[in-house]
Structure formats: C-alpha cells, structure tokens
T-cell receptor, first 116, second 112 residues
C-alpha cells in the first residue's frame, strides 16, 4: 500500500532563507508525486508534479522538487523564502494505475512559517 | 487549470441530519474525487467517480454516498451525521491521473 510521510509538522524559516520541506513515500512501483499548497480557509493548489522524465521538477512560485528513487524521496525546495509562502504544504502520491482509479494519498502536511 | 467550485461554503447541521454538498468540475474533467480534511490533517480520500460511476472508495461507511452528472457536476451526500463528520470537504477534478487533481475551495461542515 502507498503511504506518504512528511518530516516536520512545522517548519520556520527566515525571509530570504532556503526552504526545504521533506517528503518520503512508500510504493511498490514508481508513483506519480505531487506537492500541493493550502492557504488558510482555501482549497489545495497544485505546486508541481512528477510523473515521468526529468527528476528535477519546477513548479509555480519558484518551488522545485527532485524525485530520488533510491531514497524514495520527493523533497520540496525554494532558494529564498517570501512572506507569502507561509502556508500548509502537502506531499501526495498516486498511480501508476494498477486499479481503475487514481486514488491520491496525502501526507499529513507541513506548516511553513516565514519570519521577517 | 482552475475552475472547480463548491457550494455551500459553510454549513451547520445537527447530529443525525443529512447533508448534500455540491461541486462543479471543469469542463472535460471526467474524474471527480471527494476528500474529507479534518482540522490539522491531510485530506482523506472518500471516493472517486469516473463518467458517472463510482470507481474507487476509501475507508468511509456507506452513509457517505455520491453522484456525478453528465454536466460535470457532482454531489456528496452524508446521512446520519455524526460529530466526527465535522471537517472541510474538498472536491477535486482531473482530466487524467498524470496531470494531477484540481481542487475546489471546499465546504466547511460543522455538526453540532
């Protein structure tokens, strides 16, 4: 069964500092991997995704993530944090489909705080 | 891609009542999924519909049911509400698994 773990339920960084949010997954086959962001009282917004091809994936708002199969990891990074990055971040895994549906499994989330 | 809407935004019900939540997916997105997100947790998969038929379900009891309509709208119905059903309910639509899911803003359900 697929599962997702996110190390650190809360991460604080200074404005301008590197953002690193960790995600590890367990899956018997290479999965599809996603990062979503959720601002207070809003739905989830897709930041970036990995399906096939290049393992370094660039997303919106300057975020990127690297798929490392040997480490079963998909960590999210951003070189320089901005105050507007403060939000909840979810790593998620799905597929490739051995069933008829694309059930998405979410991690528990990491709350990012940016300190001025 | 955006454009998934949900109604209502907020809802308050009492234990034992029934509720219907609605979602309007983006045109062309044949798959719609529903998630329950309790406070401080990640979304939990309830079920998924593909071309108007349920084709996957998470660990939720049968009192959680749904419908998907040809016009890309869908419903989540919950019968016999319990206090633990209080949560944010998210609808997500997708054109395909590899393209990810696009979420609506959610409906905040409070059960008293």
């Amino acid at each position: 069964a697929q599962s997702v773990t996110q190390l650190g339920s809360h991460v604080s960084v200074s404005e301008g500092a590197l953002v690193l949010l960790r995600c590890n997954y367990s899956s018997s086959v290479p999965p599809y991997l996603f990062w979503y962001v959720q601002y207070p009282n809003q739905g989830l917004q897709l930041l970036l995704k990995y399906t096939t091809g290049a393992t370094l994936v660039k997303g919106i708002n300057g975020f990127e993530a690297e798929f490392k199969k040997s480490e079963t990891s998909f960590h999210l990074t951003k070189p320089s944090a901005h105050m507007s990055d403060a939000a909840e971040y979810f790593c998620a895994v799905s597929g490739p489909m051995k069933t008829s549906y694309d059930k998405v499994i979410f991690g528990p989330g990491t709350s990012l705080s940016v300190i001025p | 891609e955006t454009g998934v809407t949900q109604s209502p935004t907020h809802l308050i019900k009492t234990r034992g009542q029934q509720v219907t939540l609605r979602c309007s997916s983006q045109s062309g997105h044949n798959t719609v999924s529903w998630y329950q997100q309790a406070l401080g947790q990640g979304p939990q998969f309830i079920f998924q519909y593909y071309r108007e038929e349920e084709n996957g379900r998470g660990n939720f009891p049968p009192r959680f049911s749904g419908l998907q309509f040809p016009n890309y709208s869908s419903e989540l119905n919950v019968n016999a509400l319990e206090l633990d059903d209080s949560a944010l309910y998210l609808c997500a639509s997708s054109p395909s698994a590899a393209r990810g899911q696009y979420f609506g803003p959610g409906t905040r359900l409070t059960v008293l």
